[in-house]
């Protein structure tokens, strides 16, 4: 069975940095690439960039390259999302999503990240 | 980058009833790369169609999906009480892909 597990939710000060998890299983993780989405509180899902854990390409939409770093650690089947310098803004819950062919076939259960003084 | 415009924004209808959603792409979608997802409160978005009007693996038949180019549609027969939810279209035919804004079905 495929699973993406990402890690618990997370609670920041601005400024602070920070790095969420999802472990895959069940499939070969190297050979799918993984996708990170943003969905701000009330509102729709954005995908924020793309890794393939087998070679570590990554590539980022317009709108959060600079913004976040996305990276693998294909030893352990797990892709990462992070941030150096935590903004207000980047309160949100955040999913992982298995890649088929550039759509999301299988999701993890999200991480909520709030970023509050 | 290829916009995509769900219509409408909230859907009112009753179980049992025929719900057709709408999704309109800014440009052409290639090779009708064009999937529709369900995310109900509190879940992580669920893959109903891919390839357009491809069902996911144990999606039922109730939901089916169509069109090309630049206009497509999610269409589920029979609203059944597990319906009630968000549901939002995505383009993949230019990478990463874009997300509709959500079209929501809801109880009437």
């Known amino acids: 069975e495929v699973q993406l597990v990402q890690s618990g939710a997370e609670v920041k000060k601005p400024g602070e940095s920070l790095k969420i998890s999802c472990k895959g299983s069940g499939y070969s993780f190297t050979s799918y690439w993984i996708g990170w989405v943003r969905q701000m509180p009330g509102k729709g899902l954005e995908w924020m960039g793309i890794?393939?854990?087998?070679?570590?390409?990554?590539r980022y939409s317009p709108s959060f390259q600079g913004q976040v770093t996305i990276s693998a650690d294909k030893s352990i089947s797990t892709a990462y999302l992070q941030w150096s310098n935590l903004k207000a803004s980047d309160t949100a819950m955040y999913y992982c999503?298995?890649?088929?062919?550039?759509?999301?076939?299988?999701w993890g259960q999200g991480t909520l990240v709030t970023v509050s003084s | 980058e290829i916009v995509l415009t769900q219509s409408p924004g909230t859907l009112s209808l009753s179980p049992g009833e025929r719900a057709t959603l709408s999704c309109r792409a800014s440009q052409s979608v290639s090779s009708s790369y064009l999937a529709w997802y369900q995310q109900k409160p509190g879940q992580a978005p669920r893959l109903l169609i891919y390839?357009?009007?491809r069902r996911a693996t144990g999606i039922p038949d109730r939901f089916s999906g169509s069109g090309s180019g630049t206009d497509f549609t999610l269409t589920i027969s029979r609203l059944e009480p597990e319906d009630f939810a968000v549901y939002y279209c995505?383009?993949?035919?230019?990478?990463?892909?874009?997300f509709g804004q959500g079209t929501k079905v809801e109880i009437k």
């Open positions: 995505q383009q993949y035919g230019s990478s990463p892909g874009t």
């Open positions: 390839g357009a009007s």
């Open positions: 999503a298995r890649r088929q062919n550039d759509y999301g076939d299988y």
């Open positions: 890794i393939y854990p087998g070679d570590s390409d990554t």
